[in-house]
């Protein structure tokens, strides 16, 4: 997963033989009784992503090209969090559709601020009330008579909004808010109870560090207030840097991860598999919880993910604040589950090698996986059975 040299296809196929292994050990919670003697099925999406069909569909079909293969017709759990194949999806559209929004801005004469917040916690707090104390935060930012005054003066006229968690750090999991504030062309400052444009370059400047600062105190306040005094350090607790192109906008948090540029958009869009500083994404950890299974047979750090999975579910990857798109134009408002479950559109090129009743899809999924099938059509095309069957379920990667 976290190999450079590794090509689009075979971290793909990677992703997939991860949730392979996953949806068996999923499955397994699921079938476990609880005291009452009730059947679990707090993972049944996630195991049935790849595997099921998209409702009202009797087929999955196999394709392939350059390189590359799909399973069209297969159902998509959209989980931005637990699922590696769906994250990777999902985020990477969120991503397209932000760098559009950041340029769009551009192309109007907006400038645009990235934003990191940051709470402390304590030792043990777990991810669910980590996320309900950045949520509750982000929107006590946003909302009131100073959030008004900010949107009048141009100094956020709206926002896009990400939360990231590192886990296994050295004090436990770790969550942060990463944002996009849009600010205006030229910023408008109040002179006797009366709105006027800023007056010069530096006048506008003045007024935007003030904005910005005036938001870290407000955020720093309210954590002091509501987290039984756990202020959040200056250092840390919140961070703004002014992107002034496009092109900055891009690339001023530009690293390379996984072969590609990392732009602004990756960071807001792919905190699924970004490294974490003192611990490790979730993607991350769901790698090396399945090696402690295959390796050791031990549970532990894939029931802390799945305990992870369980409290960020229908959290949205991103938020887009109503009033940027009042500004910029609408953007795709459908969750992440619909934008996952979207038919998938193959284009030209693409070879059909396969057409698979729904029964048999799933049972070849659960005998080798779908990482181990696509592969197959890879490299044998229409001799893919062949290849499973001398192969046996026994190559099941994960």
């Excluded at 992503?49 to 569909?57: E, F, K, L, N, V």
């Excluded at 390189?67 to 959209?78: D, P």
């Excluded at 935007?208 to 509501?226: H, P, Y």
Aim: hydrophobic share 40%.
């Amino acid at each position: 997963m976290s190999d450079a040299s590794a090509t689009p296809w075979e971290r793909s196929k990677n992703r997939h033989s991860m949730r392979d292994f996953a949806r068996r050990l999923w499955w397994a919670l699921d079938q476990s009784k609880e005291p009452g003697g009730e059947e679990q099925g707090r993972f049944r999406s996630l195991r049935l992503c790849g595997m099921s069909s998209i409702p009202g569909r009797a087929t999955v079909e196999l394709h392939r090209k350059d390189g590359r293969a799909a399973a069209v017709g297969a159902v998509s759990c959209g989980s931005t969090w637990g699922c590696p194949v769906c994250a990777a999806r999902v985020r990477d559209k969120r991503r397209h559709e932000l760098q559009e929004l950041v340029s769009r801005g551009v192309e109007q004469g907006y400038r645009w601020v990235f934003i990191t917040g940051t709470l402390k916690h304590e030792r043990g707090q777990s991810v669910a009330q980590q996320r309900a104390a950045l949520q509750a935060g982000w929107k006590a930012l946003t909302s009131g008579k100073q959030a008004q005054e900010r949107r009048e003066s141009g100094a956020v006229a709206g926002t896009i909004r990400a939360i990231e968690f590192t886990l296994e750090g050295p004090a436990g999991p770790h969550g942060h808010v990463h944002a996009l504030a849009l600010v205006a062309p030229k910023l408008r400052v109040k002179d006797g109870g009366a709105w006027r444009e800023a007056a010069s370059d530096e006048e506008d400047e003045r007024a935007l560090s003030d904005a910005m600062e005036a938001m870290g105190e407000r955020w720093k306040s309210w954590a002091e207030r509501n987290m039984d005094g756990l202020r959040p350090d200056d250092a840390h607790g919140w961070k703004w840097e002014l992107a002034e192109s496009a092109k900055d906008a891009g690339n001023y948090v530009a690293k390379v991860v996984d072969g590609d540029g990392w732009t602004v958009a990756h960071e807001l869009t792919r905190s699924d598999v970004k490294r974490g500083k003192g611990g490790q994404s979730p993607m991350e950890l769901l790698a090396l919880a399945i090696a402690d299974v295959q390796e050791h047979g031990d549970m532990t750090r894939f029931m802390r993910f799945s305990e992870f999975v369980l409290a960020t579910k229908g959290m949205r990857a991103i938020v887009v604040s109503r009033s940027l798109t009042d500004v910029l134009g609408k953007v795709d408002a459908r969750t992440d589950e619909e934008l996952a479950q979207e038919p998938e559109v193959l284009g030209d090129g693409w070879e059909l090698v396969a057409v698979i009743t729904v029964q048999e899809w799933r049972a070849l999924v659960w005998e080798h996986g779908v990482g181990t099938i696509l592969d197959a059509v890879v490299r044998c095309g229409k001799g893919w059975r062949a290849d499973l069957s001398r192969a046996g379920p026994e190559k099941r990667a994960a």
